[in-house]
């Protein structure tokens, strides 16, 4: 018997939170609780069956060791985190039949995410082992560069965006060098073959005119020029059904620049219902 609460009133999801190995698992429920109510609810242990995998290279197949992997549960509402996988790239748990997912959630040094998920796999677990398709990996190159502001300066804490949405932004050192990832571009694997990539940068008042192109293969060294008074600034009014102003309201605002885009700026509305952006 397991006593839970007490909590808030709604709607709520009985789960599980078991070892990777459990040989018994209970299916997941979503319930109603009522206020005031104490809520009894009973559940059976259902024997679960085994599930292996791989994480590989997405170019030459080979395994990758160092890769973390979790599990989601379509039925059974639950999720897992296993540990990093060895030198052959294999990782298991045991689940119940029915729907799941599994996904790489961090990337040993040298690999990234790339292009349509293939990070990821979701099947149909039947009442018998199951193996999971292959999880890729990508190999990822290092894109370096230098901001400088209108006099050839190097600008240090300047924060360097790119399109591509499976690559962070970066920030410069004191000497203005900055240094992103990126997938390393092949025929059906990681960035579409022969696409490259945009940057930008931003640092206080002062932001690149335009972006740079980089073309598949560059590397560098890049050259961003941040000017004063480049950009231009986002001013949004929040206000409610009734046209009033709304205070503390989160805005966020957003580069569609590439493919994806990236954060450009985010805050909170003020007791006029306004929040203004730095210069974009």
Known sequence: VATLGPMRPGAITVRQEGAPNAQWRMPGAKVELKPAETLELEVELKPTVPVTGRVVDAQTGEPVAGAGVGVSFRDALGRLALSATGDDGAYGFRALPGALSVYVTTYPKGYGSGEGGSGSAEVQVAAEPCAMPDLKVYPVEKVRGIVVDAEGRPVAKAVVYQSLFFTGNATTGPDGVFELQRTVSAPGVGVQEGEGMQLWARAGESVTKEPVDVSPGVTGPIRLVVEDNAG????????????????????????LMGRYGTSAATGTTGADGCYQSPLL
């Not at 231009?232 to 580069?255: L, Q």
């Open 232 to 255: 231009v600034r986002a001013r949004v009014r929040a206000v409610d059904e009734a046209g009033r102003p709304v205070t503390g309201a989160h805005v966020a605002i957003h580069w």
